[in-house]
């Protein structure tokens, strides 16, 4: 069973960057979005940022000018660079590939920004 491995979450301070990866440990096919979400605590699943195989991103409000999404093609990864944290996006995130045969995430890695 292919699954999505996801890297990169810890600790920072605000202002602060991260780098989330997501990897799938086996083949994908039909996909045409690959992304992240993310849920904090007692708040509903939200987008962060997608891309489709065209390389088109789309960004949550929250996230515009300080995130951004980017893929490689050879290894089917997804990353996720984040930049200028804020508490507020303490969070797990999770990784998403959505094909035509359904939506796949990852077990979720948990972002934490805080001094």
């Known amino acids: 069973q292919v699954q999505l491995m996801e890297s990169g979450g810890g600790l920072v301070q605000p202002g602060g960057s991260l780098r989330l990866s997501c990897k799938p440990t086996?083949?994908?096919?039909?996909?045409?979005?690959m992304g992240w979400y993310r849920q904090a605590p007692a708040k509903q699943r939200e987008l962060v940022a997608k891309?489709?195989?065209?390389?088109?991103?789309t960004y949550g409000d929250s996230v515009k000018g300080r995130f951004s999404i980017s893929k490689d093609d050879d290894e089917n990864r997804v990353d996720l660079q984040m930049n200028g944290l804020k508490p507020e996006d303490t969070a797990v995130y999770y990784c998403?590939?959505?094909?035509?045969?359904?939506?796949?995430w990852g077990q979720g890695t948990s972002v934490i920004v805080s001094s």
């Open positions: 998403n590939f959505a094909s035509t045969l359904g939506d796949y």
């Open positions: 891309i489709t195989i065209d390389d088109i991103p």
């Open positions: 086996g083949g994908f096919s039909s996909v045409y979005s």
